[in-house]
């Protein structure tokens, strides 16, 4: 299986502020079969990006993905209130099964 | 528009068996398959398998392999998922999410999900 580990646990940052998120991965994953998905607490996950760098449909520009092999970053341009929540990277392309980061928790400073 | 919503909490005993639905409506339901993924409180998501809708091919987490069975119900669009000789470890809120590829692909959809609490 593949494990995927994302770094950092809690990033503390400002409204404003440019937010850097990493998932890396414990094997190439395929064809950058990769997707980032935002959770606010009582909420179901929300699709940001998929293919490591597209973004879903709805997904404001300042959210972008890059990334390719094993090495993944989820880039928030600048922060707005709204963008405070968990963040979990999922890798699809060696599934079953698929497997999700464990997750980065951007809070505000 | 999409919609899955999933049927209510449940509260169960260790060693009982659970169901939860899944109703999906907006789109073409045999051109997608369902995904269940569990998050145990405080903690990450995890997947535990999913159903090819069109043809009812599953897949399964080698985690619940054997207690857990997904069906298909093409008269009212909706997927069950059923989970047996629960655990107290079973406690989790369980969403169904929408995919495209049923080899894997990403979860453009997702259910407002269901806790499953088991306590004795």
């Known amino acids: 299986d593949i494990v995927l580990t994302q770094s950092p646990g809690t990033l503390s940052l400002s409204p404003g502020e440019r937010a850097t998120l990493s998932c890396r991965a414990s094997?190439?994953?395929?064809?950058?079969?990769l997707a980032w998905y935002q959770q606010k607490p009582g909420q179901a996950p929300r699709l940001l990006i998929y293919?490591?760098?597209n973004r879903a449909t709805g997904i404001p520009d300042r959210f972008s993905g890059s990334g390719s092999g094993t090495d993944f970053t989820l880039t928030i341009s600048r922060l707005e209130p709204e963008d405070f929540a968990v963040y979990y990277c999922?890798?699809?392309?060696?599934?079953?099964?698929?497997?999700f980061g464990q997750g980065t928790k951007l809070e505000i400073k | 528009q999409v919609q899955l919503v999933q049927s209510g909490g449940e509260v169960k005993k260790p060693g009982a068996s659970v169901r939860v639905s899944c109703r999906t409506s907006?789109?073409?339901?045999?051109?997608?398959?369902i995904n269940w993924v569990r998050q145990a409180p405080g903690q990450g998501l995890e997947w535990m398998g999913r159903?090819?809708?069109?043809?009812?091919?599953?897949k399964f987490s080698q985690k619940v392999q054997g207690r857990l069975t997904i069906t298909t119900d093409m008269s009212t669009t909706t997927v069950h998922m059923d989970l047996r000789s629960l655990r107290s470890d079973d406690t989790a809120v369980y969403y169904c999410?929408?995919?495209?590829?049923?080899?894997?692909?990403?979860?453009?959809?997702w259910g407002q999900g269901t806790l499953v609490s088991v306590s004795s």
């Open positions: 293919g490591a760098s």
């Open positions: 159903i090819s809708v069109d043809n009812g091919d599953t």
């Open positions: 999410a929408r995919s495209w590829n049923p080899l894997g692909d990403y979860f453009d959809s």
């Open positions: 094997q190439t994953v395929k064809n950058n079969f």
């Open positions: 999922h890798q699809y392309s060696n599934s079953p099964p698929d497997t």
């Open positions: 907006g789109y073409t339901y045999t051109a997608y398959a």
